[in-house]
T-cell receptor, first 114, second 111 residues
Framework: DVKVTQSSRYLVKRTGEKVFLECVQD?????MFWYRQDPGLGLRLIYF???????EKGDIPEGYSVSREKKERFSLILESASTNQTSMYLC?????????????FGPGTRLLVL | QKEVEQNSGPLSVPEGAIASLNCTYS??????FFWYRQYSGKSPELIMS????GDKEDGRFTAQLNKASQYVSLLIRDSQPSDSATYLC???????????FGRGTSLIVHP
């Protein structure tokens, strides 16, 4: 069974704090993704990575950065948290392939920025 | 701009009925199609994937793909209250790592 885990289920932070969200997958997947999900807006891609130390911006990268030092681990960093970053954050992974591969999601982190 | 459209719902069906969820997409190069189920407060989980025209059945679920008309649908037979969730459609073009997601359709199955 593919397992994607996220470091926290719920997180409360103050405006201006640096926030780290960590994601770990145990299936040796090459691709990893960070999304945020907000009511009425669906899933929006923040960043993705197709290899160690490689990253690509998604649709809404502003205010975020990522780090992938090891294949199994993909971290999302909020450099200076703001209230509009309150959201559900979802990590996903998928194997490298010809494009038909499924994404597997972690349980999500619900972040509240006060 | 690749677009995947779903009716937000809610779609309300009685227990035991067939629920029909639809999804249209704009990119004719799309080759892989996925249906995810997402319970409130939880993460999406894959129900089915489909890659070629026609029907694909898995238990009570049937995915239908029509590439000429650019739509994919999910039928849920004998709907149960436990099927109440948001259903996300996702579409990928060949060779792409990144799916485009629809915003989801909320399904309510009432006893």
């Amino acid at each position: 069974d593919v397992k994607v885990t996220q470091s926290s289920r719920y997180l409360v932070k103050r405006t201006g704090e640096k926030v780290f969200l960590e994601c770990v997958q145990d299936m040796d997947h090459e691709n990893m993704f960070w999304y945020r999900q907000d009511p009425g807006l669906g899933l929006r891609l923040i960043y993705f990575s197709y290899d160690v130390k490689m990253k690509e911006k998604g649709d809404i990268p502003e205010g975020y950065s990522v780090s992938r030092e090891k294949k199994e681990r993909f971290s999302l960093i909020l450099e200076s948290a703001s209230t509009n970053q309150t959201s559900m954050y979802l990590c996903a992974s998928s194997p490298l392939g010809q494009g038909g591969e499924t994404q597997y999601f972690g349980p999500g982190t619900r972040l509240l920025v006060l | 701009q690749k677009e995947v459209e779903q009716n937000s719902g809610p779609l309300s069906v009685p227990e035991g009925a067939i629920a029909s969820l639809n999804c249209t997409y704009s990119d004719r190069g799309s080759q892989s199609f996925f249906w995810y189920r997402q319970y409130s407060g939880k993460s999406p989980e894959l129900i089915m994937s489909i890659y070629s025209n026609g029907d694909k059945e898995d238990g009570r679920f049937t995915a239908q793909l029509n590439k000429a008309s650019q739509y994919v649908s999910l039928l849920i037979r004998d709907s149960q209250p436990s099927d109440s969730a948001t259903y996300l459609c996702a579409v990928k073009t060949g060779g792409s790592y990144i799916p485009t997601f629809g915003r989801g359709t909320s399904l309510i199955v009432h006893p």
